[in-house]
């Protein structure tokens, strides 16, 4: 069974930070792709940052500087250190791990 829980939203000022975590229940992580996503209401889903099985990665140009995306296998868990938040980062952000299905994702609110 596929299980994995996305975690670490909540409420943040603009200029803070929020760490997101993605953690599954064995050791796919490593070998799989993992992409944060996320929606903000009204729009569509989009990609924030992935990290590839060779631990390169790519960002949406949007979040470059601010967002770091890393993975630790031997915790299963996939991180999304995200700072320097600002009002336009307020989003649903969901963790993608290679094909599996979508989780229910994480409230990410950021506050003047």
């Known amino acids: 069974q596929l299980k994995f829980v996305e975690s670490g939203g909540g409420l943040a000022q603009a200029g803070g930070s929020l760490r997101l975590s993605c953690t599954t229940s064995?050791?796919?992580?490593?070998?799989?792709?993992v992409t944060w996503y996320r929606q903000a209401p009204g729009n569509e889903r989009d990609r924030v940052a992935t990290?590839?099985?060779?631990?390169?990665?790519l960002y949406h140009d949007s979040v470059k500087g601010r967002f770091t995306i890393y993975r630790d296998d031997a915790k299963n868990t996939a991180y999304l250190q995200m700072n320097n938040l600002t009002l336009e980062d307020t989003a649903v952000y969901y963790c993608?791990?290679?094909?599996?299905?979508w989780g229910q994702g994480t409230q990410v609110t950021v506050s003047s």
């Open positions: 993608k791990i290679g094909d599996w299905p």
């Open positions: 990290i590839y099985k060779t631990d390169s990665t």
């Open positions: 064995g050791s796919a992580l490593r070998f799989n792709a």
